[in-house]
């Protein structure tokens, strides 16, 4: 069974400060890890994974993302928040169970950019 | 097609009717998923189909829902006698299976928008 747990519903931060969101998941096997970013009213779009090989994986938008096995953690950061950053964010893990690789969701968390 | 397509965007129903939620994946993608997103609320799983088969409907919240895929492509979700409890965005996603080191993420359409009034 895996799951993704993501602390703090709201994160709020000033335009320049930098963005921390958290996520830890649970995983038997070796996972898949991702961040989406949601917009309102629109789709999920893949902000950065990470698969295998290098644990501090680069994403769009200057996002950047830090695989720690031994603290089963995922943390998305940014060093510097834009107004443009306030949306929704998703942790999400995959991992191989009996063949398939269903993406588990974390409950998302409100970044919100004050100027 | 280019991203995976979802319609209607936008669904208006009146309790007690059915409705049928459709979603194109990107060609290819022997994976789909359907997952509902309350206000509020993260993404909860609803069916995932493998080619044109369903191994995995165990987040369909009762039996009003169902699903189904043909053609390993086009997949309907269809809700009967609506509640408004139904009222959520149904977001459909694709992906290719098994996952490969360059192919491992979930691409997702823009939603439909049920509102059961």
């Known amino acids: 069974a895996q799951s993704v747990t993501q602390l703090g519903s709201h994160v709020s931060v000033s335009e320049g400060a930098l963005v921390l969101l958290r996520c830890n998941y649970s995983?038997?096997?070796?996972?898949?890890l991702f961040w989406y970013v949601q917009y309102p009213n629109q789709g999920l779009q893949l902000l950065l994974k990470?698969?295998?090989?290098?644990?501090l994986v680069k994403g769009i938008n200057g996002f950047e993302a830090e695989f720690k096995k031994s603290e089963t953690s995922f943390h998305l950061t940014k060093p510097s928040a834009h107004m443009s950053d306030a949306a929704e964010y998703f942790c999400?893990?995959?991992?191989?169970?009996?063949?398939?690789?269903?993406?588990?969701f974390g409950r998302g968390t409100s970044l919100i950019v004050h100027p | 097609g280019a991203g995976v397509s979802q319609s209607p965007s936008n669904k208006v129903t009146e309790k007690g009717k059915d409705v049928e939620l459709r979603c194109d994946p990107i060609?290819?993608?022997?994976?789909l998923y359907w997952y509902r997103q309350s206000l509020g609320q993260g993404l909860e799983f609803l069916i995932y189909?493998?080619?044109?088969?369903?191994?995995?409907k165990s987040g369909l919240p009762s039996d009003r829902f169902s699903a189904e895929r043909t053609g390993g492509s086009v997949s309907t979700l269809t809700i009967q006698r609506t509640q408004q409890e139904d009222s959520a965005v149904y977001l459909c996603?694709?992906?290719?299976?098994?996952?490969?080191?360059?192919?491992?993420?979930?691409?997702f359409g823009q939603g439909t928008r049920l509102t059961v009034v």
């Open positions: 996603a694709s992906s290719f299976e098994p996952p490969g080191p360059k192919n491992t993420e979930a691409f």
């Open positions: 999400a893990v995959t991992s191989s169970s009996g063949g398939s690789y269903i993406p588990t």
């Open positions: 995983s038997s096997v070796p996972p898949y």
């Open positions: 060609s290819g993608h022997t994976a």
């Open positions: 990470y698969t295998t090989g290098a644990t």
């Open positions: 189909f493998q080619g044109n088969s369903a191994p995995d």
